[in-house]
């Protein structure tokens, strides 16, 4: 094999092996991970008082109005309906909706830079004309130029069909159009100030299928409220009352700022009105508070609360979840009209009976303490620790710059592995952060070290330069097993032969023995041209009458 | 060269029977569905998508069938006593392995879009969603391929069946890691290569 041709073959086997390694490693951590997960969301842990009206109160039949929040698998059940993994910047910029007689297609055109409403009557096989264009001057039947360009707009379809809201992040503007009723109508809301960056408005959520908030709660018993009794030993089956919505905010929009920040947009006039909440900050798996920014979570969901009163819709308030970036910690909050918190987020034990304010830190300390979450972690430790230390150091050093939904299906750099939750760990300072990463690493280590000195010492048993065996020690190091798979497909697969000089193994399409450079002209141990002792008698010779000719004729 | 790769393809026919018949049934899976009416797109999709696994262990069998048994029936030594290169043989073959593949997807696409665009909604974003499926489909079948190639090349019994099939799943299993986005055709692409040329090596290195 040429120099070339085998450097090819380590380099490429290598890679293939280190592909599967991989994905082999992602199944193994994605088990482990929602192993805690199921454990969350088998018991219904995490439930909320989301409000509790005080007139009623005194009434005996009367029990707050809860929802119930919990983790789901980070994996979606159908990879072909589910976009998996969607990012945030997915913002929408089309609506298709299937309406009693037909369909209605609201899209963005990039080329004209205008939004197309069209109906399409019974199917969507045969799609007419665009019934209007809008854009941010107005909404035509044809295309115009006083229309105007949207640059980077995304849409939001509020309730019925026909009410559409529109934020184009250039321009820095709210639209309204609505298409239903008396013809299309059109309004324009001021330009937003630089302090405001909304990245979402309407629907606040990313990651649905991490967040699952019921509705309609199963068998499960109701949060304690603080006072002592209540409803303590009881099950009841209980629903949000009917005329409860979860889908709208009534006279507002709610709307996401890049900080987290929840504001109230009027729907009507398109201004700010004021803070609605703010996303909360989970705990991750060391019990260290995150960030509750939207690209610093995994998954988030943001449900505005309304009641139907005399005809009409009132805002009460919303409830805001959000999942750590490794998909574990969760934490609720829920706030008042005003955006307030309104201090009911209250974390209620099944085992106990017991409230704590500090809810999310007892959900991650009970996972640990809990049988199937303990075993969970320590799978997913022991699984992390046959990652190559390579990709561990790349993962402490990227580990904040992965938004935490494409590092869930990283493969090799993996923000969400020990090291990198450990990385982001805010209260922790860099010296610490080190050490600590140090110490995670040690396992890796040890196995890169045992496997980089089980090649090193292979490879020169095979015939290896020092050098090469040097370049394997330490790809030992950085890439652990699956340096070993490598070596174990690439090493030479010659049948080894005995060196008739030193008796070690020698490779048959070498020159020279590689450990005592003999050629392979040599014939075989000969005796010395010389004698240490004098030469003996004949008859004394101990060797017999063959070496004593041969000494004689020497 | 034409004569090598027809020589694999009659030598390899009973697979060709077998990529004939998958597509076949694929267009019908996809013609039922459009034909009952169905308003929705993903449904096609999932016609579209659905046959790449099978596709997908089909062509790693042929690639280890290829070169399991021209190792097991000299045939390499024959051909090369009969004015060819080991180059011109290995690459005949990876052409017979990737005609199927690129027939397979071409029809299926083809099929597919005459459907999309009569029975059911289509737009642009669709379209692209249609065609990245397709590429990764194609993508994950030469994957698949390349690493029967790679596999086969062994006297060994078990491990080119079982083993390759296994590597086969976890290679798939990327598809529901990553979806169908360019990051998983970039690493299909990748192991293609890789696993080409680890069995390109294997072949070339060897004594016949």
């Given at each position: 094999?040429?120099?070339?041709?085998?450097?090819?073959?380590?380099?490429?086997?290598?890679?293939?092996?280190?592909?599967?390694?991989?994905?082999?490693?992602?199944?193994?951590?994605?088990?482990?991970?929602?192993?805690?997960?199921?454990?969350?969301?088998?018991?219904?842990?995490?439930?909320?008082?989301?409000?509790?009206?005080?007139?009623?109160?005194?009434?005996?039949?009367?029990?707050?109005?809860?929802?119930?929040?919990?983790?789901?698998s980070d994996l979606p059940a159908?990879?072909?309906?589910?976009?998996?993994?969607?990012?945030?910047?997915?913002?929408?910029?089309?609506?298709?909706?299937?309406?009693?007689?037909?369909?209605?297609?609201?899209?963005?055109?990039?080329?004209?830079?205008?939004?197309?409403?069209?109906?399409?009557?019974?199917?969507?096989?045969?799609?007419?004309?665009?019934?209007?264009?809008?854009?941010?001057?107005?909404?035509?039947?044809?295309?115009?130029?006083?229309?105007?360009?949207?640059?980077?707009?995304?849409?939001?379809?509020?309730?019925?069909?026909?009410?559409?809201?529109?934020?184009?992040?250039?321009?820095?503007?709210?639209?309204?159009?609505?298409?239903?009723?008396?013809?299309?109508?059109?309004?324009?809301?001021?330009?937003?100030?630089?302090?405001?960056?909304?990245?979402?408005?309407?629907?606040?959520?990313?990651?649905?299928?991490?967040?699952?908030?019921?509705?309609?709660?199963?068998?499960?018993?109701?949060?304690?409220?603080?006072?002592?009794?209540?409803?303590?030993?009881?099950?009841?089956?209980?629903?949000?009352?009917?005329?409860?919505?979860?889908?709208?905010?009534?006279?507002?929009?709610?709307?996401?700022?890049?900080?987290?920040?929840?504001?109230?947009?009027?729907?009507?006039?398109?201004?700010?009105?004021?803070?609605?909440?703010?996303?909360?900050?989970?705990?991750?798996?060391?019990?260290?508070?995150?960030?509750?920014?939207?690209?610093?979570?995994?998954?988030?969901?943001?449900?505005?609360?309304?009641?139907?009163?005399?005809?009409?819709?009132?805002?009460?308030?919303?409830?805001?979840?959000?999942?750590?970036?490794?998909?574990?910690?969760?934490?609720?909050?829920?706030?008042?009209?005003?955006?307030?918190?309104?201090?009911?987020?209250?974390?209620?034990?099944?085992?106990?009976?017991?409230?704590?304010?500090?809810?999310?830190?007892?959900?991650?300390?009970?996972?640990?303490?809990?049988?199937?979450?303990?075993?969970?972690?320590?799978?997913?430790?022991?699984?992390?620790?046959?990652?190559?230390?390579?990709?561990?150091?790349?993962?402490?050093?990227?580990?904040?710059?992965?938004?935490?939904?494409?590092?869930?299906?990283?493969?090799?750099?993996?923000?969400?592995?020990?090291?990198?939750?450990?990385?982001?760990?805010?209260?922790?300072?860099?010296?610490?952060?080190?050490?600590?990463?140090?110490?995670?690493?040690?396992?890796?280590?040890?196995?890169?070290?045992?496997?980089?000195?089980?090649?090193?010492?292979?490879?020169?048993?095979?015939?290896?330069?020092?050098?090469?065996?040097?370049?394997?020690?330490?790809?030992?190091?950085?890439?652990?097993?699956?340096?070993?798979?490598?070596?174990?497909?690439?090493?030479?697969?010659?049948?080894?032969?005995?060196?008739?000089?030193?008796?070690?193994?020698?490779?048959?399409?070498?020159?020279?023995?590689?450990?005592?450079?003999?050629?392979?002209?040599?014939?075989?141990?000969?005796?010395?041209?010389?004698?240490?002792?004098?030469?003996?008698?004949?008859?004394?010779?101990?060797?017999?009458?063959?070496?004593?000719?041969?000494?004689?004729?020497? | 060269?034409?004569?090598?790769?027809?020589?694999?393809?009659?030598?390899?026919?009973?697979?060709?029977?077998?990529?004939?018949?998958?597509?076949?049934?694929?267009?019908?899976?996809?013609?039922?569905?459009?034909?009952?009416?169905?308003?929705?797109?993903?449904?096609?999709?999932?016609?579209?998508?659905y046959p790449y696994p099978f596709?997908?262990?089909?062509?790693a069998v042929l690639g280890v069938?290829?070169?399991?048994?021209?190792?097991?029936?000299?045939?390499?030594?024959?051909?090369?006593?009969?004015?060819?290169?080991?180059?011109?043989?290995?690459?005949?073959?990876?052409?017979?392995?990737?005609?199927?593949?690129?027939?397979?997807?071409?029809?299926?696409?083809?099929?597919?879009?005459?459907?999309?665009?009569?029975?059911?909604?289509?737009?642009?974003?669709?379209?692209?969603?249609?065609?990245?499926?397709?590429?990764?489909?194609?993508?994950?079948?030469?994957?698949?391929?390349?690493?029967?190639?790679?596999?086969?090349?062994?006297?060994?019994?078990?491990?080119?069946?079982?083993?390759?099939?296994?590597?086969?799943?976890?290679?798939?299993?990327?598809?529901?890691?990553?979806?169908?986005?360019?990051?998983?055709?970039?690493?299909?692409?990748?192991?293609?290569?890789?696993?080409?040329?680890?069995?390109?090596?294997?072949?070339?290195?060897?004594?016949?």
């Amino acid at each position: 094999m040429t120099r070339t041709g085998n450097g090819l073959k380590i380099f490429t086997a290598g890679f293939l092996v280190l592909l599967l390694w991989a994905i082999l490693l992602f199944w193994a951590d994605w088990l482990c991970r929602n192993g805690i997960a199921s454990a969350n969301s088998r018991r219904d842990e995490v439930s909320v008082v989301l409000l509790e009206d005080v007139d009623r109160k005194k009434d005996p039949n009367f029990f707050p109005c809860s929802l119930l929040v919990s983790l789901g698998s980070d994996l979606p059940a159908n990879v072909l309906r589910e976009p998996a993994w969607t990012p945030l910047a997915d913002a929408p910029r089309s609506v298709i909706e299937k309406i009693a007689t037909g369909w209605i297609v609201f899209q963005y055109d990039a080329e004209s830079g205008l939004f197309e409403c069209q109906y399409c009557k019974g199917n969507l096989r045969r799609q007419k004309g665009a019934a209007y264009y809008l854009g941010p001057g107005g909404i035509s039947s044809e295309k115009k130029e006083s229309l105007g360009r949207f640059r980077d707009p995304f849409v939001y379809q509020d309730g019925q069909w026909g009410k559409f809201f529109i934020y184009d992040r250039q321009l820095r503007q709210f639209f309204r159009f609505n298409l239903w009723g008396m013809g299309p109508r059109f309004s324009a809301g001021p330009v937003l100030g630089d302090s405001i960056e909304p990245i979402q408005f309407g629907s606040l959520q990313k990651g649905r299928e991490i967040v699952v908030i019921a509705k309609e709660a199963r068998r499960w018993r109701p949060p304690k409220t603080g006072q002592t009794g209540g409803y303590a030993g009881q099950w009841r089956l209980e629903t949000v009352p009917s005329n409860f919505r979860l889908d709208t905010a009534g006279p507002w929009l709610l709307m996401l700022e890049a900080d987290g920040q929840i504001l109230r947009l009027n729907k009507e006039s398109l201004c700010i009105e004021g803070p609605a909440g703010r996303l909360p900050a989970p705990v991750d798996l060391f019990g260290s508070r995150t960030e509750g920014r939207p690209n610093k979570l995994s998954a988030y969901r943001v449900y505005p609360v309304c009641r139907e009163e005399n005809g009409r819709l009132v805002y009460y308030g919303c409830c805001a979840a959000s999942a750590a970036p490794e998909g574990v910690g969760l934490a609720v909050e829920c706030f008042d009209a005003q955006g307030q918190l309104t201090g009911r987020n209250l974390f209620h034990s099944a085992a106990e009976d017991s409230v704590s304010e500090n809810y999310e830190v007892e959900l991650m300390s009970r996972l640990f303490e809990r049988g199937d979450g303990a075993l969970a972690i320590t799978a997913r430790f022991f699984a992390d620790s046959l990652q190559p230390a390579v990709f561990h150091g790349l993962s402490f050093l990227c580990a904040e710059a992965i938004e935490p939904r494409a590092g869930m299906r990283a493969l090799f750099i993996r923000p969400h592995s020990f090291i990198g939750i450990l990385r982001r760990c805010r209260q922790m300072s860099l010296p610490s952060q080190l050490f600590s990463t140090f110490l995670m690493l040690l396992p890796s280590l040890f196995v890169g070290l045992w496997v980089g000195l089980c090649l090193r010492r292979k490879f020169l048993s095979f015939g290896g330069s020092s050098r090469a065996a040097r370049g394997w020690f330490a790809a030992g190091i950085l890439f652990g097993i699956p340096a070993w798979i490598t070596f174990n497909l690439v090493r030479p697969k010659e049948k080894m032969v005995t060196c008739l000089n030193c008796g070690s193994l020698r490779r048959p399409d070498q020159m020279s023995c590689h450990v005592c450079r003999t050629g392979w002209d040599f014939k075989g141990l000969e005796s010395p041209d010389w004698c240490l002792v004098e030469p003996l008698e004949e008859s004394e010779s101990p060797v017999g009458p063959a070496m004593s000719e041969r000494q004689t004729e020497l | 060269m034409w004569t090598l790769i027809r020589r694999e393809i009659e030598d390899m026919w009973v697979f060709y029977l077998v990529f004939l018949l998958l597509w076949v049934a694929a267009v019908l899976l996809l013609a039922s569905a459009a034909f009952r009416g169905t308003e929705e797109a993903l449904r096609l999709k999932e016609g579209v998508v659905y046959p790449y696994p099978f596709l997908c262990v089909v062509l790693a069998v042929l690639g280890v069938s290829q070169m399991y048994f021209d190792r097991m029936r000299r045939l390499s030594a024959f051909l090369l006593s009969r004015g060819t290169v080991r180059r011109q043989v290995f690459a005949a073959r990876v052409a017979a392995g990737l005609i199927p593949n690129l027939f397979f997807t071409a029809g299926l696409g083809a099929v597919s879009m005459v459907l999309f665009r009569n029975f059911a909604f289509y737009n642009a974003a669709f379209r692209n969603d249609l065609i990245s499926s397709l590429i990764s489909g194609f993508l994950a079948g030469t994957a698949c391929y390349g690493i029967g190639l790679a596999a086969g090349w062994t006297s060994s019994r078990v491990f080119p069946t079982l083993g390759t099939l296994g590597l086969v799943i976890i290679v798939l299993s990327l598809l529901v890691i990553k979806g169908f986005d360019i990051q998983v055709q970039i690493l299909f692409l990748t192991a293609t290569v890789s696993a080409v040329l680890v069995g390109w090596e294997s072949y070339r290195t060897s004594s016949l």
